[in-house]
T-cell receptor, first 108, second 116 residues
Framework: DAKTTQPPSMDCAEGRAANLPCNHS???????VYWYRQIHSQGPQYIIH???NNETNEMASLIITEDRKSSTLILPHATLRDTAVYYCIVDRDDKIIFGKGTRLHILP | DVKVTQSSRYLVKRTGEKVFLECVQD?????MFWYRQDPGLGLRLIYFSYDVKMKEKGDIPEGYSVSREKKERFSLILESASTNQTSMYLC???????????????FGPGTRLTVT
């Protein structure tokens, strides 16, 4: 079973920030939070990961709460190309388990 | 750029046939994975491998086997294909860094297999 809970779908206006939430209340101390996305007809694509601190890269920012029980992926200026299913995953070992993710619709 | 390639994008096979799905990565990654993806079920891990000649069962290994004779190549084998194995098959690879989770996985484009 996936260890994360995500809303099944979200909408965001083009050009606005997309904030995708994820609950992982059973996360243990050495488990990382990973985010991937899957654009239609493609394989999943790695976005970002973190352990305790907030992280930022060229694609997104990851905000992890202090108790580590939830996190938010932020796409700062969403474009139509960001329409995809976004997966939040917690992982310690090399085996990761994908849940059903959040289907993000970017609205023109 | 990391590149993971899969032998076919689309494949049609008959029930009972032996099917080989090939995956090759060019980044010298230790870890390789096979998933299948079905509507409403998401991605499910079939098998993975930490190193050459090593393999571990994932969540749904029944009906499948794997082979890793070389570091860059990981093959998924359907010994006797059945219609319930019609699916999208995705291969992935990653570095192995102890204590840091799976590290980022790089996925291939997928093989859509239809068993008739």
């Amino acid at each position: 079973d996936a260890k994360t809970t995500q809303p099944p779908s979200m909408d965001c206006a083009e050009g606005r920030a997309a904030n995708l939430p994820c609950n992982h209340s059973t996360i243990s101390g050495n488990e990382y939070v990973y985010w991937y996305r899957q654009i239609h007809s493609q394989g999943p694509q790695y976005i970002i990961h973190g352990l305790k601190n907030n992280e930022t890269n060229e694609m997104a920012s990851l905000i992890i709460t202090e108790d580590r029980k939830s996190s938010t992926l932020i796409l700062p200026h969403a474009t139509l190309r960001d329409t995809a299913v976004y997966y939040c995953i917690v992982d310690r070992d090399d085996k990761i388990i994908f849940g059903k993710g959040t289907r993000l619709h970017i609205l023109p | 750029d990391v590149k993971v390639t899969q032998s076919s994008r689309y494949l049609v096979k008959r029930t009972g046939e032996k099917v080989f799905l090939e995956c090759v990565q060019d980044m010298d990654h230790e870890n390789m994975f096979w998933y299948r993806q079905d509507p409403g079920l998401g991605l499910r891990l079939i098998y993975f491998s930490y190193d050459v000649k090593m393999k571990e069962k994932g969540d749904i290994p029944e009906g499948y086997s794997v082979s890793r004779e070389k570091k860059e190549r990981f093959s998924l084998i359907l010994e006797s294909a059945s219609t319930n194995q019609t699916s999208m098959y995705l291969c992935a690879s990653s570095l192995h860094i102890s204590g840091q989770g799976s590290y980022e996985q790089y996925f291939g484009p997928g093989t859509r297999l239809t068993v008739t």
